[in-house]
T-cell receptor, first 112, second 115 residues
Framework: QKEVEQNSGPLSVPEGAIASLNCTYS??????FFWYRQYSGKSPELIMS????GDKEDGRFTAQLNKASQYVSLLIRDSQPSDSATYLC????????????FGKGTKLSVIP | ETGVTQTPRHLVMGMTNKKSLKCEQH?????MYWYKQSAKKPLELMFV???????ENNSVPSRFSPECPNSSHLFLHLHTLQPEDSALYLC??????????????FGPGTRLLVL
Protein backbone atom coordinates (compact mmCIF):
# COMPACT_ATOMS: atom_id res chain seq x y z
CA GLN A 1 0.00 0.00 0.00
CA LYS A 2 1.29 3.41 -0.97
CA GLU A 3 1.96 5.62 2.02
CA VAL A 4 2.77 9.28 2.37
CA GLU A 5 3.88 10.34 5.81
CA GLN A 6 3.86 13.85 7.18
CA ASN A 7 4.23 15.16 10.69
CA SER A 8 0.76 16.47 11.53
CA GLY A 9 2.16 19.30 13.62
CA PRO A 10 1.30 21.92 14.50
CA LEU A 11 4.65 23.32 13.49
CA SER A 12 5.09 26.75 15.02
CA VAL A 13 7.70 29.18 13.71
CA PRO A 14 8.23 32.88 14.42
CA GLU A 15 7.57 35.40 11.69
CA GLY A 16 10.62 35.81 9.46
CA ALA A 17 12.02 32.37 10.22
CA ILE A 18 12.42 29.42 7.86
CA ALA A 19 9.68 26.80 8.05
CA SER A 20 10.71 23.28 7.05
CA LEU A 21 8.05 20.76 6.10
CA ASN A 22 8.93 17.15 5.41
CA CYS A 23 7.29 14.24 3.66
CA THR A 24 8.40 10.65 3.23
CA TYR A 25 6.86 8.12 0.90
CA SER A 26 6.94 4.40 0.36
CA UNK A 27 6.48 3.97 -3.40
CA UNK A 28 9.85 4.10 -5.16
CA UNK A 29 8.10 4.38 -8.50
CA UNK A 30 6.72 7.85 -7.78
CA UNK A 31 7.75 10.41 -10.37
CA UNK A 32 5.77 13.57 -9.68
CA PHE A 33 5.61 15.36 -6.34
CA PHE A 34 3.41 18.23 -5.27
CA TRP A 35 2.97 20.52 -2.32
CA TYR A 36 -0.50 21.95 -1.77
CA ARG A 37 -1.49 24.60 0.76
CA GLN A 38 -4.91 24.40 2.37
CA TYR A 39 -6.29 27.18 4.52
CA SER A 40 -8.87 26.20 7.10
CA GLY A 41 -12.22 25.65 5.44
CA LYS A 42 -10.78 26.12 1.95
CA SER A 43 -9.70 23.81 -0.85
CA PRO A 44 -6.09 22.84 -1.57
CA GLU A 45 -4.09 25.09 -3.88
CA LEU A 46 -0.86 24.11 -5.59
CA ILE A 47 2.31 25.69 -4.18
CA MET A 48 5.10 23.72 -5.83
CA SER A 49 5.69 20.74 -8.03
CA UNK A 50 8.99 18.90 -8.42
CA UNK A 51 9.95 15.99 -10.63
CA UNK A 52 13.75 15.71 -10.45
CA UNK A 53 16.18 15.22 -7.60
CA GLY A 54 17.53 18.40 -6.12
CA ASP A 55 16.10 21.79 -5.27
CA LYS A 56 13.49 23.88 -7.02
CA GLU A 57 12.98 27.46 -5.94
CA ASP A 58 9.96 29.71 -6.50
CA GLY A 59 10.02 32.96 -4.59
CA ARG A 60 10.09 32.21 -0.86
CA PHE A 61 9.40 28.52 -1.46
CA THR A 62 11.97 25.81 -2.14
CA ALA A 63 11.06 22.20 -2.77
CA GLN A 64 13.71 19.54 -2.25
CA LEU A 65 13.48 16.02 -3.62
CA ASN A 66 15.64 13.03 -2.79
CA LYS A 67 14.31 9.93 -4.52
CA ALA A 68 17.02 7.65 -3.12
CA SER A 69 15.98 8.51 0.42
CA GLN A 70 12.30 8.81 -0.54
CA TYR A 71 11.63 12.19 0.90
CA VAL A 72 10.46 15.53 -0.35
CA SER A 73 10.52 18.73 1.66
CA LEU A 74 9.24 22.27 1.41
CA LEU A 75 11.13 25.23 2.83
CA ILE A 76 9.39 28.54 3.36
CA ARG A 77 11.78 31.43 3.86
CA ASP A 78 10.82 34.64 5.66
CA SER A 79 7.66 33.00 6.97
CA GLN A 80 4.62 35.24 7.22
CA PRO A 81 1.45 34.87 9.29
CA SER A 82 -0.40 34.44 5.99
CA ASP A 83 1.58 31.22 5.46
CA SER A 84 -0.30 29.67 8.38
CA ALA A 85 -2.16 26.75 6.83
CA THR A 86 -2.02 23.01 6.39
CA TYR A 87 0.49 21.83 3.80
CA LEU A 88 -0.31 18.66 1.91
CA CYS A 89 2.29 16.49 0.23
CA UNK A 90 1.06 14.53 -2.80
CA UNK A 91 2.70 12.21 -5.27
CA UNK A 92 1.84 9.90 -8.09
CA UNK A 93 2.73 6.26 -8.37
CA UNK A 94 4.71 6.48 -11.58
CA UNK A 95 4.62 3.76 -14.23
CA UNK A 96 1.74 5.49 -15.97
CA UNK A 97 -0.41 5.65 -12.87
CA UNK A 98 -2.53 8.74 -12.66
CA UNK A 99 -3.63 8.55 -9.06
CA UNK A 100 -2.27 11.04 -6.59
CA UNK A 101 -1.74 9.90 -3.03
CA PHE A 102 -1.94 12.61 -0.39
CA GLY A 103 -0.44 12.82 3.07
CA LYS A 104 -2.54 13.95 6.03
CA GLY A 105 -0.84 17.32 5.96
CA THR A 106 1.28 19.39 8.34
CA LYS A 107 -0.34 22.32 10.06
CA LEU A 108 1.95 25.34 10.09
CA SER A 109 1.47 28.26 12.42
CA VAL A 110 3.56 31.40 11.91
CA ILE A 111 3.65 33.48 15.06
CA PRO A 112 3.80 37.27 14.59
CA GLU B 1 -16.59 32.13 -13.64
CA THR B 2 -13.09 30.82 -13.79
CA GLY B 3 -11.34 27.72 -12.51
CA VAL B 4 -13.31 24.95 -10.85
CA THR B 5 -16.65 25.70 -9.26
CA GLN B 6 -18.78 23.54 -7.02
CA THR B 7 -22.35 23.80 -5.81
CA PRO B 8 -23.74 23.76 -3.26
CA ARG B 9 -21.01 24.92 -0.93
CA HIS B 10 -22.82 23.52 2.11
CA LEU B 11 -25.36 20.73 2.32
CA VAL B 12 -27.24 19.18 5.21
CA MET B 13 -29.24 16.06 4.43
CA GLY B 14 -31.00 13.26 6.19
CA MET B 15 -30.10 9.64 5.66
CA THR B 16 -33.15 9.05 3.48
CA ASN B 17 -32.64 12.06 1.21
CA LYS B 18 -31.34 12.15 -2.34
CA LYS B 19 -29.15 15.05 -3.35
CA SER B 20 -26.56 15.85 -6.00
CA LEU B 21 -23.29 17.73 -5.94
CA LYS B 22 -22.26 19.62 -9.04
CA CYS B 23 -18.81 20.51 -10.32
CA GLU B 24 -17.93 22.58 -13.37
CA GLN B 25 -14.49 23.37 -14.69
CA HIS B 26 -13.78 26.30 -16.98
CA UNK B 27 -10.17 25.35 -17.75
CA UNK B 28 -10.64 23.19 -20.83
CA UNK B 29 -9.34 20.16 -18.96
CA UNK B 30 -10.01 16.57 -19.94
CA UNK B 31 -9.83 14.83 -16.57
CA MET B 32 -12.02 15.37 -13.51
CA TYR B 33 -11.92 13.86 -10.04
CA TRP B 34 -14.01 13.50 -6.90
CA TYR B 35 -12.20 13.43 -3.56
CA LYS B 36 -13.46 13.02 0.00
CA GLN B 37 -11.69 14.84 2.83
CA SER B 38 -12.58 13.79 6.36
CA ALA B 39 -11.15 15.29 9.52
CA LYS B 40 -7.65 14.06 10.31
CA LYS B 41 -7.54 11.79 7.25
CA PRO B 42 -5.78 12.23 3.92
CA LEU B 43 -7.65 13.20 0.82
CA GLU B 44 -9.29 10.07 -0.56
CA LEU B 45 -9.73 9.70 -4.29
CA MET B 46 -13.23 8.48 -5.11
CA PHE B 47 -13.72 8.65 -8.87
CA VAL B 48 -11.75 9.66 -11.94
CA UNK B 49 -13.13 10.60 -15.33
CA UNK B 50 -11.10 11.15 -18.47
CA UNK B 51 -12.86 12.53 -21.54
CA UNK B 52 -16.13 11.87 -19.65
CA UNK B 53 -15.33 8.15 -19.30
CA UNK B 54 -14.91 6.73 -15.81
CA UNK B 55 -11.43 5.34 -15.39
CA GLU B 56 -11.33 4.75 -11.66
CA ASN B 57 -13.68 3.82 -8.88
CA ASN B 58 -11.79 3.41 -5.66
CA SER B 59 -14.12 0.92 -3.99
CA VAL B 60 -16.65 3.62 -3.26
CA PRO B 61 -20.01 2.48 -1.82
CA SER B 62 -22.86 2.45 -4.30
CA ARG B 63 -24.71 5.15 -2.33
CA PHE B 64 -22.33 7.50 -4.18
CA SER B 65 -23.06 7.61 -7.90
CA PRO B 66 -20.99 9.80 -10.23
CA GLU B 67 -22.09 11.20 -13.57
CA CYS B 68 -20.00 12.99 -16.17
CA PRO B 69 -22.12 14.21 -19.08
CA ASN B 70 -19.21 16.05 -20.69
CA SER B 71 -15.61 17.00 -19.97
CA SER B 72 -16.65 20.20 -18.18
CA HIS B 73 -19.27 18.88 -15.79
CA LEU B 74 -19.18 16.29 -13.05
CA PHE B 75 -21.92 15.28 -10.66
CA LEU B 76 -21.99 13.17 -7.53
CA HIS B 77 -25.43 11.78 -6.76
CA LEU B 78 -26.02 10.92 -3.13
CA HIS B 79 -28.67 8.63 -1.66
CA THR B 80 -29.21 6.89 1.66
CA LEU B 81 -25.99 8.27 3.08
CA GLN B 82 -24.66 7.52 6.55
CA PRO B 83 -23.47 10.01 9.18
CA GLU B 84 -19.87 8.86 8.58
CA ASP B 85 -20.19 10.20 5.04
CA SER B 86 -20.13 13.73 6.45
CA ALA B 87 -17.03 15.34 4.99
CA LEU B 88 -15.71 17.92 2.54
CA TYR B 89 -16.20 16.71 -1.02
CA LEU B 90 -13.72 18.19 -3.43
CA CYS B 91 -13.80 18.21 -7.18
CA UNK B 92 -10.59 18.63 -9.15
CA UNK B 93 -9.55 18.75 -12.77
CA UNK B 94 -6.35 18.40 -14.74
CA UNK B 95 -5.44 18.83 -18.39
CA UNK B 96 -4.98 15.09 -18.69
CA UNK B 97 -4.81 12.30 -16.15
CA UNK B 98 -2.72 13.03 -13.06
CA UNK B 99 0.81 11.78 -12.95
CA UNK B 100 3.11 12.64 -15.85
CA UNK B 101 3.60 16.04 -14.26
CA UNK B 102 -0.07 16.97 -14.46
CA UNK B 103 -1.32 19.46 -11.90
CA UNK B 104 -4.75 19.03 -10.37
CA UNK B 105 -6.78 22.14 -9.66
CA PHE B 106 -9.36 21.94 -6.90
CA GLY B 107 -12.77 23.47 -6.53
CA PRO B 108 -13.87 25.10 -3.25
CA GLY B 109 -15.60 21.93 -2.08
CA THR B 110 -19.00 21.04 -0.71
CA ARG B 111 -19.21 20.66 3.05
CA LEU B 112 -21.69 17.82 3.61
CA LEU B 113 -23.37 16.97 6.88
CA VAL B 114 -25.50 13.84 7.09
CA LEU B 115 -27.89 13.71 10.00
Amino acid sequence: QKEVEQNSGPLSVPEGAIASLNCTYSDRGSQSFFWYRQYSGKSPELIMSIYSNGDKEDGRFTAQLNKASQYVSLLIRDSQPSDSATYLCALDSGAGSYQLTFGKGTKLSVIP
Amino acid sequence: ETGVTQTPRHLVMGMTNKKSLKCEQHLGHNAMYWYKQSAKKPLELMFVYNFKEQTENNSVPSRFSPECPNSSHLFLHLHTLQPEDSALYLCASSQDLAGNQETQYFGPGTRLLVL
